[in-house]
Structures are given as structure tokens and as C-alpha cells.
């Protein structure tokens, strides 16, 4: 019966020691996207500034609004973070989808497939390896790659305006299209996989812990 007790307490301390560690990474998760967007907005109103176009252009609009939504919802989750002791679950799973999208609509405003900031899709995918490694991790990098392939789509085939101030901008040719796409998702592949690995190692010893936990459940329900 002691034996029986005892796998019940390490199974509830290594549920609590998980939550404990999750809810640590979901700071992290937030601390860093406050810290990317601000980076982002600063510089794209300095640059803005800088070189005499509007600040209120339809481009810096959308920005704008991306950056206040991204904040709203880092500044709900601290929020709740404060009143609540639950582990984030689902919620880690509604940022990252919020990014996913956040960093699609970022890439259509500044160039669709020709951004520069494509890499911003890396920021979800490194972001999933903190909770789900490995597997989580490359389904993300599977998103990623299907929306920017789907934006590419949707602005050849004129379903999306290719510039929103009125510009012309003549579309990548067929080669130079395939040869972005295939890098990007190479890269966005890469970052899951190696994101996903680093997430594997260092969750090595709460993978170990689970077991105890396993363990007392089929004790309690044999």
C-alpha cells in the first residue's frame, strides 16, 4: 500500500513539476514575441520616417493593426497567466496558429514570395519545439509551408491585389518562383526538424519523469 502511495505522490509531483515548466516556457513564448513585434514596428516606423513615405499608407495600416493584435493577445495571456495556475494546452496551440497567419499576412504586405521576411515563419516553428518537439514542430513547418505556397497561388492567379498602394510589381517568373518556394521550405523543414530535436533533448528528463505518473494511474486503476 506504501508502495501504492508513493507512486501516486511521484506521478502528482511530476505533473505539477511539467505544468510548472510549461507555464515557464509560455513566458518565454510571450516575452519573445513582444520583443520581435516591437523590434519589427520600431523599425518600420523609423525606416518609414526616414524615408519620407506616409505613415499611413495601407501597408503601415495593416502593420499597425498586426502589432496592436499581436500585443492584445500577449497582454491577455499574461493576464491570464497571473490568475490562473492551469498549464497553457490548447492555448500554445491558438498562438502558434495566430502566428502562423500573423507572419503569412506579413509576407503578402511586404512582397509575397519575394519578402524579406519569410523568416518570420520560423518564429512559430521554433516556438512549437518548446511544447510538442520533433513532430509538433514539422507540422507547424508543414503549415508554414502551405500557406506561403497558397499565397503565392492566390496573388498569380490575381485572387489577391500583388501591391495595396497601387504600385506595380511584376510577379517572380515560374523558375525564380520554384526555386523560392523550394528554399523556403527546405528552411522552414530544416528549423522544424532541428528545432524539433533540440526540443526532444532538452525535455529528456520530463520524458523520464513520465513514467512515474503512467505508472500511478494503472496503480489506481488496475
Same mark, same amino acid.
Given at each position: 500500500?506504501?508502495?501504492?502511495?508513493?507512486?501516486?505522490?511521484?506521478?502528482?509531483?511530476?505533473?505539477?513539476?511539467?505544468?510548472?515548466?510549461?507555464?515557464?516556457?509560455?513566458?518565454?513564448?510571450?516575452?519573445?514575441?513582444?520583443?520581435?513585434?516591437?523590434?519589427?514596428?520600431?523599425?518600420?516606423?523609423?525606416?518609414?520616417?526616414?524615408?519620407?513615405?506616409?505613415?499611413? +499608407?495601407?501597408?503601415?495600416?495593416?502593420?499597425?493593426?498586426?502589432?496592436?493584435?499581436?500585443?492584445?493577445?500577449?497582454?491577455?495571456?499574461?493576464?491570464?497567466?497571473?490568475?490562473?495556475?492551469?498549464?497553457?494546452?490548447?492555448?500554445?496551440?491558438?498562438?502558434?496558429?495566430?502566428?502562423?497567419?500573423?507572419?503569412?499576412?506579413?509576407?503578402?504586405?511586404?512582397?509575397?514570395?519575394?519578402?524579406?521576411?519569410?523568416?518570420?515563419?520560423?518564429?512559430?516553428?521554433?516556438?512549437?519545439?518548446?511544447?510538442?518537439?520533433?513532430?509538433?514542430?514539422?507540422?507547424?513547418?508543414?503549415?508554414?509551408?502551405?500557406?506561403?505556397?497558397?499565397?503565392?497561388?492566390?496573388?498569380?492567379?490575381?485572387?489577391?491585389?500583388?501591391?495595396?498602394?497601387?504600385?506595380?510589381?511584376?510577379?517572380?517568373?515560374?523558375?525564380?518562383?520554384?526555386?523560392?518556394? +523550394?528554399?523556403?521550405?527546405?528552411?522552414?523543414?530544416?528549423?522544424?526538424?532541428?528545432?524539433?530535436?533540440?526540443?526532444?533533448?532538452?525535455?529528456?528528463?520530463?520524458?523520464?519523469?513520465?513514467?512515474?505518473?503512467?505508472?500511478?494511474?494503472?496503480?489506481?486503476?488496475?
Amino acid at each position: 500500500m506504501r508502495s501504492g502511495n508513493a507512486f501516486v505522490g511521484a506521478g502528482s509531483q511530476v505533473e505539477r513539476t511539467n505544468a510548472a515548466e510549461q507555464r515557464r516556457r509560455f513566458v518565454v513564448m510571450l516575452a519573445v514575441r513582444a520583443a520581435v513585434v516591437t523590434a519589427l514596428l520600431g523599425s518600420t516606423v523609423f525606416f518609414t520616417v526616414r524615408s519620407g513615405r506616409p505613415a499611413i +499608407a495601407p501597408t503601415q495600416l495593416i502593420l499597425y493593426g498586426l502589432a496592436a493584435a499581436v500585443f492584445a493577445l500577449t497582454l491577455g495571456y499574461a493576464v491570464w497567466l497571473r490568475r490562473s495556475r492551469e498549464p497553457p494546452g490548447i492555448h500554445v496551440q491558438i498562438l502558434v496558429a495566430f502566428d502562423v497567419l500573423a507572419a503569412s499576412l506579413l509576407v503578402y504586405i511586404t512582397g509575397g514570395l519575394e519578402s524579406p521576411f519569410t523568416f518570420f515563419y520560423a518564429l512559430p516553428i521554433v516556438q512549437t519545439a518548446l511544447f510538442s518537439p520533433r513532430r509538433g514542430a514539422i507540422l507547424t513547418a508543414g503549415l508554414s509551408c502551405l500557406l506561403l505556397g497558397a499565397l503565392f497561388v492566390m496573388e498569380s492567379q490575381g485572387l489577391l491585389p500583388v501591391d495595396l498602394e497601387g504600385r506595380v510589381r511584376i510577379p517572380p517568373s515560374t523558375s525564380k518562383a520554384v526555386y523560392l518556394l +523550394a528554399f523556403n521550405y527546405l528552411v522552414f523543414l530544416a528549423i522544424g526538424w532541428l528545432a524539433g530535436s533540440l526540443g526532444s533533448s532538452s525535455a529528456g528528463p520530463a520524458g523520464s519523469c513520465a513514467s512515474p505518473s503512467r505508472m500511478s494511474k494503472s496503480w489506481r486503476n488496475p
